[in-house]
């Protein structure tokens, strides 16, 4: 009997953008990350380029908001990269569901997207996304305690990126990185 290695396992990185300002007459779209906030931010790309469990992703989907590009430069300054990235309007206000069909978008030569984003989108999605009985119940405990600004979750599934759904990944790991 032949075995073949599997080539169609995918990363999935959902990350939540950094804690931004609050500034009375600014557009939602237009807040940029408050001074913790961009701390933070280089903190995850310091955690997603940690030898023990970095990914090399082939491409990052932005919001196209303030915070989250700032959030994307946070993280590079940190030393995590994407090889392509691209900036996509409908991830700002989108739901779980409008995030799903961005993702069922990618191209299979790609196997590992970061995504960022805003919640309840990016929470609502890690959680779908996640069966119960996959990775570590201590991993499952922290995404159901709250995914706080700087969250990231990392998911992995087999198969295409059109066939992801509810309940067919499993997650890795789920950290809140802080500066």
Not at 65 to 86: M, N, P, V, Y
Not at 118 to 133: E, F, R, Y
Not at 167 to 173: K, M, N, W
Request: aromatic share 6%; hydrophobic share 40%; glycine share 8%.
């Amino acid at each position: 009997m032949m075995t073949t290695t599997s080539t169609s396992e995918r990363t999935l990185t959902l990350v939540r953008h950094a804690k931004a300002e609050h500034v009375p007459g600014k557009t939602d779209h237009d807040r940029d990350l408050a001074p913790r906030g961009r701390k933070d931010a280089r903190a995850i790309g310091v955690w997603l380029s940690d030898p023990s469990h970095a990914v090399v992703h082939g491409l990052a989907l932005c919001s196209t908001s303030e915070r989250t590009r700032q959030t994307l430069e946070g993280i590079c300054a940190g030393g995590a990269f994407a090889k392509d990235t691209r900036y996509d309007e409908r991830i700002y206000d989108a739901s779980a569901a409008g995030l799903l069909e961005i993702l069922r978008e990618v191209p299979d030569s790609v196997s590992a997207v970061l995504m960022i984003g805003h919640a309840p989108g990016i929470p609502v999605l890690a959680t779908s996304l996640a069966h119960n009985d996959s990775g570590s119940s201590d991993v499952m405990d922290r995404l159901s305690l709250g995914f706080p600004t700087s969250g990231l979750a990392v998911l992995g599934f087999d198969g295409q990126w059109a066939a992801l759904a509810p309940e067919t990944a499993y997650l890795r790991d789920f950290v809140v990185p802080r500066g």
